[in-house]
């Protein structure tokens, strides 16, 4: 019955259903930019997203009159923003070069990168039982993917996203309370607009009405999917809502098999039944130490 009780307790039900949609955005704005990238180069299809993200938090810093956008931690900041810069472009080339469910699948395995940077870095002490579901986890996203000994660049760069992803959370927690969601997203997209801005004019290719669209929609998508995430997880309890980050790797294979004819075999089920289980153990390990 404590379960069931944090489950439907009124923030928890929110936060439920804001990780619901930042996991429909995120395998949406996937799905929109593995489509555009069979036109577009990852330098264009970045720095789209970029200008969308910067477009879509203006009106906030237009609402506080543009005070307070120059960072606190300055050179902690700035490392943070190329990273974060690395990590969507990453992405972006990675899931325009793989299976939908494969990239998704990837990005869980952040949390084991999470836990050797945190002894790296934070100089905290692992858990024994989250370390050993999060390796059981790794396992099941080898099942999915099952790379050969002839890893491609697809492949090294979606994990190369999911390292510097768990290298983000390390920035995150470094600056915790010292920097707004707004300098954040600023930063971050401000850097990889002007990083991008070469590379994306050398291979820049005029979009038909359709295609920017496209392009806009996995902008808004991608931004929304970070606007949701931090909602979800302001709301409500992230050991509750966690699991249901899940539905992503759901979600992928269902328009990975409508979109693009990608149908997963038995390997790819077994092996998101153990990330997921474990997924579920380590959030219950949470609520309960």
Request: hydrophobic share 55%; aromatic share 10%; glycine share 8%.
């Given at each position: 019955?404590?379960?069931?009780?944090?489950?439907?307790?009124?923030?928890?039900?929110?936060?439920?259903a804001y990780i619901l949609c930042a996991s429909?955005?995120?395998?949406?704005?996937?799905?929109?930019?593995?489509?555009?990238?069979?036109?577009?180069?990852?330098?264009?299809?970045?720095?789209?997203?970029?200008?969308?993200?910067?477009?879509?938090?203006?009106?906030?810093?237009?609402?506080?009159?543009?005070?307070?956008?120059?960072?606190?931690?300055?050179?902690?900041?700035?490392?943070?923003?190329?990273?974060?810069?690395?990590?969507?472009?990453?992405?972006?080339?990675?899931?325009?070069?793989?299976?939908?469910?494969?990239?998704?699948?990837?990005?869980?395995?952040?949390?084991?990168?999470?836990?050797?940077?945190?002894?790296?870095?934070?100089?905290?002490?692992?858990?024994?039982?989250?370390?050993?579901?999060?390796?059981?986890?790794?396992?099941?996203?080898?099942?999915?993917?099952?790379?050969?000994?002839?890893?491609?660049?697809?492949?090294?760069?979606?994990?190369?996203?999911?390292?510097?992803?768990?290298?983000?959370?390390?920035?995150?927690?470094?600056?915790?309370?010292?920097?707004?969601?707004?300098?954040?997203?600023?930063?971050?997209?401000?850097?990889?607009?002007?990083?991008?801005?070469?590379?994306?004019?050398?291979?820049?290719?005029?979009?038909?009405?359709?295609?920017?669209?496209?392009?806009?929609?996995?902008?808004?998508?991608?931004?929304?999917?970070?606007?949701?995430?931090?909602?979800?997880?302001?709301?409500?309890?992230?050991?509750?809502?966690?699991?249901?980050?899940?539905?992503?790797?759901?979600?992928?294979?269902?328009?990975?098999?409508?979109?693009?004819?990608?149908?997963?075999?038995?390997?790819?089920?077994?092996?998101?039944?153990?990330?997921?289980?474990?997924?579920?153990?380590?959030?219950?390990?949470?609520?309960?130490?």
């Amino acid at each position: 019955m404590g379960g069931f009780s944090a489950l439907v307790n009124s923030d928890n039900a929110r936060g439920i259903a804001y990780i619901l949609c930042a996991s429909l955005c995120a395998v949406i704005s996937s799905a929109l930019t593995k489509q555009l990238s069979q036109d577009f180069s990852a330098y264009q299809i970045s720095i789209v997203r970029a200008f969308i993200t910067l477009t879509c938090i203006l009106p906030f810093m237009i609402r506080d009159r543009f005070h307070g956008l120059w960072p606190r931690r300055l050179k902690l900041m700035t490392l943070r923003s190329f990273n974060a810069g690395v990590i969507i472009l990453l992405n972006v080339y990675a899931v325009g070069h793989m299976p939908l469910v494969d990239f998704t699948a990837i990005t869980f395995t952040t949390p084991l990168f999470v836990i050797v940077l945190s002894v790296i870095i934070l100089r905290q002490t692992p858990h024994l039982n989250r370390s050993i579901a999060t390796l059981v986890g790794f396992v099941g996203v080898l099942l999915m993917v099952r790379p050969t000994g002839n890893l491609s660049p697809a492949l090294i760069a979606a994990f190369g996203g999911a390292f510097c992803l768990g290298l983000g959370v390390m920035f995150i927690r470094l600056l915790a309370g010292q920097e707004s969601q707004v300098r954040l997203l600023l930063w971050s997209n401000v850097i990889l607009a002007a990083v991008l801005a070469l590379p994306a004019m050398m291979t820049w290719t005029e979009p038909s009405p359709l295609q920017a669209l496209l392009l806009i929609g996995a902008g808004l998508a991608g931004t929304l999917t970070q606007s949701f995430v931090l909602l979800g997880y302001t709301k409500g309890d992230p050991t509750v809502i966690a699991p249901f980050d899940y539905s992503r790797i759901l979600l992928a294979v269902a328009i990975g098999a409508i979109a693009f004819a990608e149908i997963p075999d038995g390997f790819t089920f077994f092996g998101a039944a153990l990330l997921i289980g474990t997924g579920l153990y380590m959030a219950r390990f949470a609520r309960q130490s």
